[in-house]
């Protein structure tokens, strides 16, 4: 039987514990034995599953904590018999735990509804969605102890439901009372406040996750566990998807809906349809409901629009890659092409970046090769009217073009003409000065006198006798 997705739940099952048998849980990195001096620091507030008796030669209690112990689990101190395997007489501190956070992927895991662990499969979820989700439901493993910090930048984290210690809390009361008994404050701490609602996604196209708030915590967690940095892609420009905190070398395909569109079916039909085919046996999809916020001018955001994410990547290895990633991503467009109406689509949006080749957005890409093939066209049509303007071809009685050459056309103004004359290099004589003041040269003759040149070349002075 397939559950509609508003039914259908997603468990995600939290993994670290604060067991006092779980060997990482000791700076030692081993239980402590019989001849060990077990030390818990005194503001440490903490509480610890008990699974078994132990001896001990010593125990420092913190002041606030508490031992859940099952049957048959104790404490007693050594007697000092020989242990075989225990003969350090080390102090074993007990490791912090605060650091154990809520928002952190790496420390969840999806499961059944039974608690076994889900196949990796071929489904993945983005960052934002590996940990649990609005309409999600948390488990965390019975017979064990944990302490999580939920700081959030939300005040407040919505679930289905929570599982502890063996019991499932379903509803807000349940949940409301548990909060108030005395575990709850030992074992989650932080700003954030859980809250039970009891209620699955009510949509048949999806809920989104709604951890957007808190992807940048997800992405610290993730990032410190890698080396603070993101692994470097193999392709020259990877994508981003939404709710992922890096690029990824594959494909997205994005589409806008109708209310005729059932997420959980569509999954389905792609699985069986196309991700069973032997050629895509190394693909692996991720299928969610995201919110994309819209801006205006591209800076100052407007509204959120819901849209169906696909994400596409490839695991395998080879020359192939990345080409069947491609190949997958254009048999769902055409497959969205032939009965998009039928499935509720509307319309999709393709982008593939793989570690061969760039192919990016296939809108992108006709939208720029429109647009400089209007730019080109548009200067060369205004060119050509601008060249028969100048021959004189084309005539443009309401136009007026004040180009600079037009300029440099104009006819100089008679007073400006006057003024202007040239450099005889025979003939070197200053002009007469403007001003009345000033003296005038002895080259020059008064204005009432006959006018005469000297000629360089013949000396006065050679025709005397």
Same mark, same amino acid.
């Given at each position: 039987?397939?559950?509609?997705?508003?039914?259908?739940?997603?468990?995600?099952?939290?993994?670290?514990?604060t067991?006092?048998?779980?060997?990482?849980?000791? $700076?030692?990195? +081993? @239980? !402590? /034995?019989?001849s *060990?001096? =077990?030390? %818990?620091?005194?503001?440490?507030?903490i509480? #610890?599953? &008990?699974?078994s008796?132990?001896?001990?030669?010593?125990?420092?209690?913190?002041?606030?904590?508490?031992f859940?112990?099952?049957?048959?689990a104790?404490?007693a101190?050594?007697?000092?018999?020989?242990?075989?395997?225990?003969?350090?007489g080390?102090?074993?501190?007990f490791?912090?735990?605060?650091?154990?956070?809520?928002?952190?992927?790496?420390?969840?895991?999806?499961?059944?509804?039974?608690?076994?662990?889900?196949?990796?499969?071929?489904?993945f979820?983005? $960052?934002?969605? +590996? @940990? !649990? /989700?609005?309409? *999600?439901? =948390?488990? %965390?493993?019975?017979?064990?102890?944990?302490? #999580?910090? &939920?700081d959030s930048?939300?005040?407040?984290?919505h679930?289905r439901?929570?599982?502890?210690?063996g019991?499932?809390?379903?509803?807000p009361?349940?949940?409301?009372?548990?909060?108030?008994?005395?575990?709850?404050?030992?074992?989650?701490?932080?700003?954030?406040?859980?809250?039970?609602?009891?209620?699955?996604?009510?949509d048949?196209?999806?809920?989104?996750?709604?951890?957007?708030?808190?992807?940048?915590?997800?992405?610290?967690?993730?990032?410190?566990?890698?080396?603070r940095?993101?692994?470097?892609?193999?392709?020259?420009?990877?994508?981003?998807?939404?709710g992922?905190c890096?690029? #990824?070398?594959?494909?997205?395909i994005?589409?806008?809906?109708?209310?005729?569109?059932?997420?959980?079916?569509?999954?389905?039909?792609?699985?069986?349809a196309?991700?069973?085919?032997?050629?895509?046996?190394?693909?692996?999809?991720?299928?969610s409901?995201?919110?994309?916020?819209?801006?205006?001018?591209?800076?100052?955001p407007?509204?959120?629009?819901?849209?169906?994410?696909?994400?596409?990547?490839?695991?395998?290895a080879?020359?192939?890659?990345?080409?069947?990633?491609?190949?997958?991503?254009?048999?769902?467009?055409?497959?969205?092409?032939?009965?998009?109406?039928?499935?509720?689509?509307?319309?999709?949006?393709?982008?593939?970046?793989t570690?061969s080749?760039?192919?990016?957005s296939?809108?992108l890409?006709?939208?720029?090769?429109?647009?400089?093939?209007?730019?080109?066209?548009?200067l060369l049509?205004?060119?050509?009217?601008?060249?028969?303007?100048r021959?004189?071809?084309?005539?443009?009685?309401?136009?007026?073009?004040?180009?600079l050459?037009?300029?440099?056309?104009?006819?100089?103004?008679?007073?400006?003409?006057?003024?202007?004359?040239?450099?005889?290099?025979?003939?070197?004589?200053?002009?007469?000065?403007?001003?009345?003041?000033?003296e005038?040269?002895?080259?020059m003759?008064?204005?009432?006198?006959?006018v005469?040149?000297l000629n360089?070349?013949?000396?006065?002075?050679?025709?005397e006798?």
């Open positions: 039987l397939v559950l509609p997705v508003a039914a259908a739940a997603v468990y995600k099952q939290w993994i670290p514990n067991n006092f048998e779980t060997a990482s849980n000791w $700076d030692k990195g +081993r @239980v !402590p /034995c019989a *060990d001096v =077990v030390h %818990f620091e005194k503001n440490e507030v509480s #610890v599953f &008990v699974r008796p132990h001896a001990l030669t010593d125990m420092y209690l913190p002041l606030n904590g508490e859940v112990l099952a049957s048959g104790g404490f101190a050594f007697d000092g018999s020989w242990d075989p395997g225990c003969d350090s080390a102090t074993v501190r490791a912090d735990a605060e650091h154990h956070a809520w928002f952190n992927p790496t420390l969840w895991q999806a499961v059944s509804p039974g608690g076994e662990l889900e196949p990796s499969g071929r489904i979820s983005v $960052d934002e969605e +590996r @940990v !649990p /989700c609005h309409y *999600d439901d =948390v488990i %965390f493993q019975p017979e064990t102890s944990f302490r #999580v910090n &939920v930048s939300r005040r407040v984290i679930l439901s929570i599982s502890l210690m019991q499932e809390l379903s509803s009361e349940a949940w409301a009372g548990y909060l108030q008994g005395p575990f709850a404050p030992l074992q989650f701490h932080g700003n954030g406040t859980l809250q039970v609602t009891g209620t699955g996604c009510p048949k196209s999806g809920c989104a996750c709604g951890n957007a708030p808190d992807l940048h915590r997800i992405c610290a967690a993730l990032l410190e566990a890698s080396g940095q993101c692994p470097a892609p193999a392709c020259r420009s990877p994508l981003q998807p939404l992922h890096c690029g #990824v070398c594959g494909a997205t994005n589409l806008d809906f109708t209310p005729d569109f059932d997420l959980q079916k569509y999954r389905d039909r792609l699985i069986e196309l991700l069973s085919q032997p050629k895509y046996a190394s693909m692996r999809m991720a299928i409901k995201v919110h994309k916020e819209q801006t205006f001018l591209g800076v100052i407007r509204i959120s629009t819901p849209l169906i994410q696909i994400v596409l990547i490839d695991d395998g080879g020359v192939q890659t990345g080409t069947m990633v491609e190949q997958l991503a254009a048999d769902i467009m055409e497959d969205i092409a032939q009965h998009g109406e039928t499935l509720g689509i509307s319309s999709g949006k393709m982008e593939v970046a570690g080749r760039q192919a990016g296939h809108a890409s006709r939208i720029i090769a429109g647009t400089v093939l209007g730019l080109l066209f548009g049509f205004l060119g050509g009217i601008l060249f028969l303007y021959k004189g071809k084309l005539r443009l009685p309401a136009l007026r073009l004040p180009w050459w037009d300029r440099a056309e104009e006819p100089m103004s008679p007073e400006l003409a006057s003024d202007r004359g040239f450099d005889n290099p025979m003939f070197d004589v200053e002009p007469p000065s403007a001003d009345p003041g000033e005038t040269p002895q080259e003759v008064p204005k009432d006198h006959q005469f040149y360089p070349l013949y000396d006065a002075s050679e025709t006798t």
